[in-house]
């Protein structure tokens, strides 16, 4: 038996800068067949995606509003990332520091593929 799982993105909901940067980065995964970003997490989850499907919270800062979310629709994500403690961008309104996100793209890219390495196929 065959059992890809799916990956849904949670970016942060917030309107400052890194909660945009998460949604940034989270748009960069975005594959029809494997990875998806939640618009929300309450609505586009029934029990057979939360069975078929691995979740990351993708926080913009230590006040984890997407895992927070997760918490409300009783649902673990499998993984968190939080990417102000990892590179500690400012959290403010300079909306430009948003295009040097590489290395933020390189962290959920592993984490995507320790996700998706898990999987059975």
């Known amino acids: 038996m065959v059992t890809i799982m799916n990956i849904g993105i949670f970016p942060c909901q917030g309107r400052c800068n890194v909660s945009m940067m998460t949604k940034t980065v989270a748009e960069f995964f975005v594959d029809d067949e494997i990875i998806r970003v939640l618009p929300h997490v309450g609505l586009p989850l029934d029990n057979e995606s939360v069975i078929h499907e691995k979740f990351i919270a993708l926080n913009g800062c230590p006040a984890k ?57």
Request: charged share 35%; proline share 4%.
């Open 65 to 121: 509003c997407a895992s927070k979310e997760f918490e409300i629709a009783r649902i673990k994500p499998h993984e968190e990332i939080v990417m102000t403690k990892d590179f500690d961008p400012k959290n403010n309104e300079k909306y430009a520091e948003l295009l040097n996100i590489d290395e933020e793209v390189s962290l959920v890219q592993e984490v995507i593929e320790r996700l998706l390495g898990s999987t059975v196929v």
